[in-house]
């Protein structure tokens, strides 16, 4: 790997980078946090799990066609409907379980449209595209790595685990973009900037929220970004088939209203 196939790295590296400019003030304004036993065990397991994960999603967009490889993020909130269980003895109920379900089938039918041989396509191409399996593993991966989360913060506060974790990770990929970047891209500007400090208050709103309700309810919510990234580019890049995502989105909007009202 080399060149501006590996950009991603220095890309990477820069967002974490600007995303501490939020976590850090965050940090220290909150009350001094002493974690528990048990948190660095669970730290150092998630981090190369989380390092795996974002590798694993540049190797499939990069492999793999996006209708091939996106919709397998859908399988993350099928997954928490275990994981969490195993983890932190989280179980959901009947109607919590059946919205979870509705958000993910949304997610996976989102963009049903560019597929070419049917709503299947992405599951049998696990078999022939190297992406779509890729995708499928870090569909797993964010799982354990948003369940491993939810337990460090039980251990610690949300301000200590986003600065620590957030920071090893950036720690890492510097590192990774030093390795690999065999030309690295120098250019900083206002959008990778605006990028890494929206991703850092997206940290901050996402260690709270699931610090209150059970990881399946809130990655699963958090699927919604899918359907109000195609809503921006309908409204701000006219990309054009918003009628054919109604389906999925519909899907995912009714199993919002089942998770809020009766989860």
Same mark, same amino acid.
């Given at each position: ?15 974490? &980078? ?26 150092? !397991? ?29 399988? %993350? ?9 195993? !983890? ?20 996976? %039918? ?21 992406? &779509?399996? +890729? ?11 948003? %369940?491993?989360?939810? /337990?460090?913060? %039980? ?26 970047? /065999? ?15 929206? +991703? ?16 399946? +309810? ?5 699927? *919604? &970004?899918? *359907? ?5 580019? +309908? ?14 989105? &519909? ?13």
């Amino acid at each position: 790997m080399g060149g501006k196939d590996n950009s991603v790295f220095s890309l990477s590296s820069k967002r974490l &980078s600007y995303s501490l400019i939020v976590l850090i003030p965050f940090f220290i304004l909150q009350n001094e946090v002493t974690p528990k036993e048990g948190f660095w065990l669970i730290f150092f !397991i998630a981090l190369p799990l989380e390092t795996l994960a974002i590798i694993l999603y540049v190797l499939a967009i990069k492999t793999s066609p996006l209708s091939l490889t996106i919709p397998f993020l859908a399988f %993350t909130p099928i997954f928490l409907t275990v994981i969490p269980k195993i !983890i932190l003895g989280e179980g959901l109920t009947l109607s919590g379980l059946i919205g979870v379900i509705f958000i993910a089938f949304g997610g996976y %039918t989102l963009n049903i449209d560019k597929l070419k041989k049917g709503i299947l396509e992405p599951i049998i191409a696990i078999t022939k595209e190297k992406g &779509s399996r +890729y995708m499928l593993i870090v569909s797993f991966l964010y799982a354990i790595t948003s %369940t491993l989360g939810k /337990k460090a913060l %039980t251990l610690s506060s949300p301000a200590f685990f986003g600065l620590s974790y957030f920071t090893a990770l950036t720690i890492v990929f510097i590192f990774l973009s030093r390795f690999f970047d /065999k030309k690295p891209e120098r250019k900083n500007n206002i959008y990778i900037l605006l990028s890494g400090l929206i +991703y850092g208050v997206m940290i901050i709103s996402h260690l709270y929220a699931i610090s209150l309700t059970k990881v399946a +309810y809130m990655i699963s919510i958090k699927r *919604l &970004s899918l *359907l109000f990234s195609i809503l921006w580019g +309908y409204l701000f890049f006219q990309e054009v088939n918003i009628r054919n995502h109604l389906l999925g989105g &519909s899907f995912m909007f009714f199993g919002f209203v089942i998770i809020t009202i009766w989860g």
